[in-house]
Each structure stands twice: as C-alpha cells, then as structure tokens.
C-alpha cells in the first residue's frame, strides 16, 4: 500500500528493543515522566515531525506520481532527572550508553517496511524537559526519514 509511512516507522521504533530503556509510540507520549520509568524514549510532543518535504521525481497526476518524501522524526530520550545523583558525572556514563545502545538499534533497523531509509543522530546531550516541565538528564534522537512515495 502507497502513503507516507510516519507511522509504520514510529510503530517500527517502539518495537525496538533496547536493554533497560522504555520506548513508546506515537500514542503513548507520557504527559509527566516519574523517576521510576527512566530511562525512556519518546516521541518529542514539541514537534514530532520535523522539515517535512515532497519532492516530485516524475510528471503525472493520479497513478502516474511518483515523489521523495523527507521528514525528520524528533525523540526524546530522558535518562534520569537532574539531581538524581550525588554529583553530574554520576550518571553521564549511564546516559551515554544508553544513548549509543538506542543509536545502535536503530542503525541495526530492518522492521520498518515499504521503500524507506533511515539515518538516526544524537543531539547535544543535556538538561531536557517531559510535557509538565520536569528536567531530566538525556539527549534528543533525530530519525532522518527518506521515503520514496509511489501512488
């Protein structure tokens, strides 16, 4: 079946499995992240799907159409809050980990079906915010998405 795919490829990444870390779809955004589930991923609610671009690769109308589709998918991933160690090098060894174990997994992708490619990134590691502003150590995942979308 032909469309843009942001689900399958969300549904594709929650089904990942990564040692200690909790990762949720598209309808299981937490609106508060307590202590005792981190470390987990999450798609960003400030802007899941980012630089979304269609670009025509043939003329035609209807059937004919063929397109690149790009988007980049925005995660976060909280680690633990901040303070939650006696000092901050306690656990930037754990999140850096973490970070490259979710990282790994995701390069290692197959799951995700139809015509896509998929090019996964860390952000800055950092202080990061859940939906009622708790701050959490963590790092944001970018999911550059490359479809190529035939009708």
Do not use: W
């Amino acid at each position: 079946m032909s469309g843009v795919k942001i689900a399958t490829v969300a549904d594709s990444i929650a089904a990942l499995s990564v040692s200690g870390v909790t990762i949720k779809d598209i309808d299981g955004i937490p609106e508060e992240v307590h202590k005792r589930v981190c470390p987990i991923m999450f798609p960003d609610p400030d802007g899941f799907v980012t630089n979304l671009a269609v670009t025509p690769q043939s003329f035609g109308a209807g059937t004919a159409g063929k397109n690149d589709v790009r988007y980049t998918l925005n995660y976060l991933f909280l680690f633990c809050p901040v303070g939650s160690g006696r000092y901050l090098a306690d656990n930037a060894v754990g999140l850096v980990n973490k970070a490259v174990l979710i990282l790994n997994a995701l390069i290692a992708n197959d799951a995700v079906t139809g015509s896509i490619d998929i090019e996964p990134k860390l952000g800055d590691f950092g202080v990061l915010q859940d939906a009622a502003g708790n701050q959490f150590e963590g790092v944001r995942v970018l999911i550059d998405v490359h479809e190529f979308y035939e009708v």
